[in-house]
Structures are given as structure tokens and as C-alpha cells.
């Protein structure tokens, strides 16, 4: 267990209860990169302040309604996510027993065309053999971890009987296949998407009962942008219908998208010649989504160069649409801040002011 | 500066913007927000919905970006995954004109964001953007009806365009720009005052958000950086008004926060940029014209002060007179009633 609060108390008012119908962008860049938020974002929904073990059935309770995730992920794998939170003390596989939290996997079967996209549970069958393998072992944390070697987690192992120990622990868990192209493979994953919601929603499983509110992460469906393209006839405008449909089936939405400055500054107007397609196109998707975000949350890092206890810069501000909410209720005033961050080796993570 | 030109400019303007806000005579048909990350185009929008409301104006609002409808708007079009032309189905079917003999209300037509429609890969190429435009505000039943329909649309400066189809095309926004009416460009109040500061220090002015080219920065603006209760909140409007003879009318306004006035004021609320306080402060009463440094002591002379001074006949004066050598020269002193006669001083 991290010795701090796994939830910094700064940081807290902003992840904690995201308000009803909005969308949340954390905007992230290559030195700086979102996981350890989205993580934090999942705690704040699914985890217990009190204790790690001893059942779910107090948290996430606020207001009578119960918190629920959706992870749509689309550059990090089961296994990554599931450790990473293991870290937090959240068991993301017994959450998926209790109807808590649903992952989409975006990652390992987006493009292959072997695999059904209908939901199927995880197995060791499913892997075409070694190819999965670099698969699953692509998402590393990019933050020095010396610490990751020592634990037990079998991230790169790989091997058939820990991917078939796995499929015993998560139960079904929903891969993303893309196919065809346009608005209507869109639709299909949005159709997808929008099943898990709903069997989240209405399941008879589990100790769920009453009203609950679903919260959709959508981490980095940037790759979706880039990876298809005009070919494909996908551009800016229907990645930006696309979450606009995800986020109507959710109670509030977060995605998190890349901010490096090639992506997002080569196609500005300061820019002198004519910008290739998949910056202009990833530029207009990011500055859209910022337009339309009540909260944008930007990672960066530190401007004065790396330094050993300090791994980037957190500001939080208002998007364009918070001005559209009427007067905010007690609960969602918020200020705008700026504040440095420390991930550390286990995971845990500072959050402190300037010269703090 | 002659006062009774300003005070014209004064009256003129604000007339102006409140005709235009108020979509008094349908004064502007298409008007074009330009708004950033830095400063977005919301609090304007509510503004004309607030206006449009209290003169009983039907309000339809097509939103590329918004969820939900905003308060205050009668009809909500989503614009999501729709063509053009379903979208002006769907704004002509929001509102029947009543053919009776009440005269027909008049009608305001936002636009959220025409971005996303201008860079949606499936627009055909018989699509005219000019055509789209006017078929909102002419409607095609009648073409000598009167125009009663106010267009207003907004448009991200900082969205990068669609690569043009073909190379002989304008740009959108400078097919925005010539067809509109109005443009407002939005600014934040904070960083036009930034800037202000800069410039009058002959200073390079700074610039914010994603013009500062800083990897990871979105948005540079924080709400309330330092006191909490800064005047500083507000919008400034940059205006263009094209009148029908062709001549432009170029100002700048500041329009206050929402929560500065009750949501049914009638009395006009944007001022002149120039009349703030913050950006153009008042000079000080007389002292305009001649500078003289601060310190603890009373420099200054009081008219009565001045008055004795000029009446000193200096020395030289006196020597003038050529009364011969040795003479002339003397100071020549009256003393006042608060002189004190001082024997030991003034013997010699």
C-alpha cells in the first residue's frame, strides 16, 4: 500500500464527482502521460477509503447512487490496468464480479480480423499464439519502475496459464473490433460501448440496487484518429460525434487525449506550410473536444527540466462549456489550479503546490 | 481629445451594440462570433438568449457541440451526424410562422459551432456554405417575405481547417468573414489588460493558450490567478459592423459577467472598452499638464502663493531702470502679514 493517501487531498474536488452529462478531457503528453489520473479517477469512483478487502458496499455511495466505471481503453491492456490498480488496492477483477466496473478493450483485437467483436470471455484460446504476446507486453509504464520488477505481478510472462488464471478472475471483458469504415464502424464500436453500459446499468447481478451513476473512460481514442484516418473516412468531426454519442448513454464522460506539441501545434495558423492530414486532423479532434469539455485537466512536464521529485505539472481549468451550466450547485464550485505532481516508485502519487 | 466626439462615439455605439444584441430591426442577419479556448463565445451566446427572451424572440438553437439545450432556448436542433439539409428540415419544421394576423415573431437562429459541419468529411461537393447560410434566413416558400430571422454563428479561431478540396476555393472563415454582417472577435478582459500593460511599456505583449507554443498547453487562461475578487472578469467584443451604404463600424465593448445584473435588466449592460476604468484610467482632475515628483513635502503652490510670486519685482528688473551705477538691483520687498520681522536677519 502507498504510504500517502491514494487519493491526494488536493487533488480530490476534481476527480472525485465529476458533474452529471459532462466531459472531463485530460490532455497528456509523452513525458507526462495520464494513467496515474485515470487510475485516480478510478478510485474516486470505485474504491474504499476505509479498507481494501472487506467488501465494496459502502463506497461509492453519494447521494443513494452508486458509482460505476466503464474503462474504454485503446493503448493499455487488461493486465496493465489490472495491475496498476492492484497498486491503488483496487481489485479490478472482483469489481467486474460485482458489477462495478466494466473494461472495453480497445487495444489487443481492434484490427485483427480473426476475432469476433461480439463479447467474449477473456481465454487463453483467443491468443493466436505468440502474437499476443507483444501485445500484451506494449504498455509499460513509461515512469522508471525498479520497484515493478520486484512484485509478482506477471506482466511479461505472457504464458497460457497466466492468461487462462486471468479469464477466471476478470469474467467477460468486451474487445473493440473495428471494422468497415466511416461513420458506420464508428456506430458499431459506439453500439458496442454502449451494450456494456447498459448491461452495467440494469444487471440483476451483484448487490446493486437503486439508481447508479456510470462513469465512461475513454483513454486515448486518439489511436482510433490516427490509426484510421481520411482513408477511412474518419476525421475530426465524427471522432467528435462518436464521443458525443458515448457520452449520452453515460452519466459523465472522460478521455483522455495527447497534447505533444508536433500533434497539436504543427497544424495552428502560426504554422507555415501546409500541415500533413493526421496533425491537422488530431488537432481539430483536441481543440474540439476542449471546446466542448467542462473540465480540462493538462499534464505536462516541468518547464525547467526534469527533476528528481517532481514528474510534471497538473492544471485544471474550466472548458468552454462549464460557462453553459447555470449557476453552479455548492458541490461543483471548483477552482481553477496548477499544481506539480510526483509519481513514485509504488505508484503512490504527490500532489503539491509550487515551492510546497 | 475633443469631448463632445467622444461623447457622440459614446451614445452612437452603445446604441449600436444594443440594436445588434437586441436584434432590434434585424440590424444584422448574419453575425459571426470568432471565438478561442482563451475566451469562448458562451457568455455571449447567453447573452443573446437573455435578450432574446425578454423581447420574446423564439430561440432555436443547432448544436454540433452542445448535449443539452442551454435555458432559455425553444427549440434544440442536434446537429450530430445530420447533412445539411436535414438540418434546414429540421429548423424550418421548429417554428410555424403563424399565417393569421398576429405579426410573426421574430426568430433567432444560433449556431454552436459550425467547425464540425465545415470539417465533416461527408459534405458533398454541391455543398455551398453561402447557400446553406441564406437558406436560414430567407426562407424558400417566399422570397419577398420580410426577413425577420437573425443568424448568429460561432466559429473556432484555433480549430484547424480541412486541407481545401480544391485550391482555387477561399477558406471557410474567409467566406465567414465576407458574408456576415457583424463580426465579434472575443477576448478575455484579463489578457487584453495584459497586454495593454505590456504595450505601454513598449514591451513585446504576451499571448496565451495554444498561441504560447508550449507542448502540453491547451489552454493557458486560469480563471482567477490572483485576488479572488479582481474586477477582471468579463468579455471584450472587438466589432465590425458593416452598414448596408458598405462603410464599417470598428469598436470595443466589455460585457460584464453574468452575475453582475439581474437576468431581466432591461438597461444596457456592455460598455465602451474605453470607458473602463481598468483599461483607461481617468486622468487626474487639472494635473494633466505639468509632472512634479511625489514626496512627503508640499511642493505644489496655491494659487495665492503663485499669485505673490509673479508680483516680486526681481533685481534685475530694478537694474534695468538705469538709475546710474550703484544703483539698482536691490530686492524689492513687501513683507506679507505672516512674516515675521526678524531684527538680528534682517539688518544688513
Given amino acids: ?356 | 481629445m475633443v469631448p463632445s466626439n467622444m461623447s457622440h462615439r459614446q451614445t452612437h455605439n452603445l446604441l449600436l451594440i444594443s440594436k445588434l444584441l437586441s436584434l432590434r430591426d434585424t440590424a444584422s442577419p448574419l453575425t459571426l462570433l470568432l471565438d478561442s479556448l482563451e475566451q469562448p463565445a458562451t457568455p455571449l451566446v447567453k447573452e443573446y438568449i437573455r435578450r432574446a427572451r425578454l423581447s420574446n424572440v423564439h430561440v432555436t438553437l443547432i448544436a454540433f457541440e452542445t448535449l443539452k439545450p442551454l435555458e432559455g432556448v425553444d427549440a434544440f436542433i442536434s446537429g450530430r451526424r445530420k447533412s445539411p439539409s436535414e438540418i434546414l428540415k429540421d429548423v424550418a419544421a421548429a417554428y410555424q410562422p403563424d399565417s393569421s394576423n398576429t405579426p410573426n415573431r421574430r426568430r433567432l437562429i444560433l449556431i454552436d459551432s459550425i467547425n464540425p459541419l465545415l470539417r465533416s468529411t461527408r459534405l458533398d461537393k454541391n455543398f455551398h456554405l453561402s447557400t446553406f447560410l441564406s437558406s436560414f434566413i430567407i426562407p424558400s416558400g417566399s422570397p419577398t417575405a420580410k426577413i425577420d430571422s437573425s443568424l448568429v454563428i460561432t466559429f473556432h479561431l484555433d480549430v484547424p481547417g480541412r486541407p481545401a478540396q480544391s485550391p482555387y476555393a477561399p477558406d471557410p472563415l474567409t467566406v465567414l468573414t465576407y458574408l456576415a454582417t457583424t463580426v465579434i472577435k472575443l477576448h478575455s478582459f484579463s489578457h487584453i489588460l495584459a497586454q495593454k500593460a505590456a504595450r505601454d511599456r513598449s514591451l513585446v505583449p504576451p499571448v496565451f493558450g495554444l498561441a504560447e507554443e508550449q507542448d502540453g498547453v491547451l489552454l493557458g487562461r486560469l480563471d482567477k490567478p490572483i485576488g479572488k475578487d479582481s474586477a477582471e472578469g468579463g468579455v471584450v467584443l472587438e466589432m465590425e459592423y458593416r452598414r448596408k451604404s458598405g462603410r464599417g463600424v470598428l469598436e470595443w465593448y466589455l460585457l460584464p459577467p453574468a452575475s453582475r445584473y439581474p437576468p431581466t435588466q432591461v438597461k444596457e449592460v456592455v460598455t465602451l472598452l474605453d470607458d473602463h476604468p481598468l483599461y483607461r484610467p481617468p486622468e487626474e482632475v487639472g494635473g494633466g499638464d505639468e509632472e512634479e515628483p511625489e514626496s512627503t513635502f508640499e511642493l505644489r503652490l496655491t494659487e495665492r502663493q503663485r499669485r505673490e510670486r509673479e508680483g516680486v519685482v526681481l533685481p534685475y528688473f530694478d537694474a534695468q531702470q538705469g538709475d546710474g551705477p550703484g544703483e539698482g538691483g536691490r530686492i524689492l520687498y513687501d513683507m506679507g502679514e505672516e512674516d515675521d520681522f526678524d531684527e538680528e536677519e534682517d539688518e544688513i
Avoid: C
Fill in chain 1, 1 to 356: 500500500m502507498p504510504s500517502q493517501p491514494a487519493l491526494p487531498h488536493l487533488l480530490a474536488p476534481y476527480v472525485s464527482s465529476p458533474p452529471q452529462s459532462s466531459l472531463t478531457i485530460v490532455s497528456s503528453v509523452l513525458g507526462a502521460t495520464s494513467n496515474w489520473l485515470v487510475l485516480r479517477f478510478l478510485y474516486a469512483a470505485l474504491g474504499n477509503p476505509s479498507a481494501s478487502n472487506s467488501g465494496y458496499d459502502i463506497s461509492g455511495l453519494e447521494n443513494g447512487k452508486k458509482k460505476k466505471v466503464v474503462l474504454v481503453s485503446f493503448l493499455r491492456g487488461w493486465e496493465f490496468w489490472r495491475s496498476e490498480a492492484k497498486r491503488l488496492g483496487l481489485d479490478l477483477a472482483r469489481l467486474t464480479e460485482k458489477r462495478r466496473f466494466a473494461f472495453v478493450d480497445g487495444l489487443s483485437d481492434l484490427f485483427s480480423s480473426s476475432s469476433t467483436p461480439s463479447q467474449s470471455p477473456l481465454s487463453s484460446h483467443q491468443y493466436p499464439g505468440a502474437g499476443a504476446v507483444p501485445r500484451t507486453t506494449l504498455p509499460i509504464r513509461p515512469q522508471p519502475t525498479p520497484a515493478r520488477l520486484r512484485q509478482p505481478v506477471p506482466l511479461s510472462t505472457g504464458s497460457n496459464g497466466i492468461a487462462s488464471q486471468t479469464a477466471r478472475e476478470s469474467g467477460p471483458i468486451t474487445k473493440l473490433h473495428f471494422s468497415g469504415s466511416g461513420v458506420a464502424a464508428l456506430d458499431a464500436l459506439e453500439k458496442e460501448i454502449a451494450a456494456v453500459i447498459n448491461e452495467l446499468v440494469d444487471t440483476k447481478l451483484g448487490d446493486d440496487r437503486g439508481e447508479s451513476e456510470i462513469i465512461l473512460v475513454v483513454d486515448q481514442s486518439d489511436l482510433l484518429l490516427a490509426a484510421t484516418g481520411a482513408s477511412k473516412g474518419i476525421g475530426a468531426t465524427e471522432m467528435g460525434d462518436w464521443i458525443m454519442g458515448l457520452q449520452q448513454a453515460a452519466y459523465a464522460t472522460i478521455a483522455t487525449i495527447s497534447a505533444d506539441s508536433p500533434l497539436i501545434h504543427n497544424a495552428s495558423a502560426f504554422a507555415h506550410e501546409a500541415p500533413p492530414p493526421l496533425e491537422t486532423e488530431h488537432a481539430a479532434f483536441a481543440v474540439g473536444l476542449a471546446h466542448r469539455a467542462e473540465i480540462i485537466m493538462q499534464l505536462r512536464n516541468l518547464e525547467t527540466g526534469a527533476a528528481r521529485d517532481v514528474s510534471g505539472v497538473l492544471r485544471v481549468s474550466k472548458g468552454s462549456a462549464w460557462g453553459q451550466r447555470e449557476i453552479a450547485t455548492a458541490e461543483e464550485s471548483w477552482e481553477e489550479k496548477e499544481v506539480l505532481y510526483f509519481v513514485q516508485r509504488d505508484g503512490g502519487v504527490n500532489v503539491f503546490g509550487r515551492g510546497e
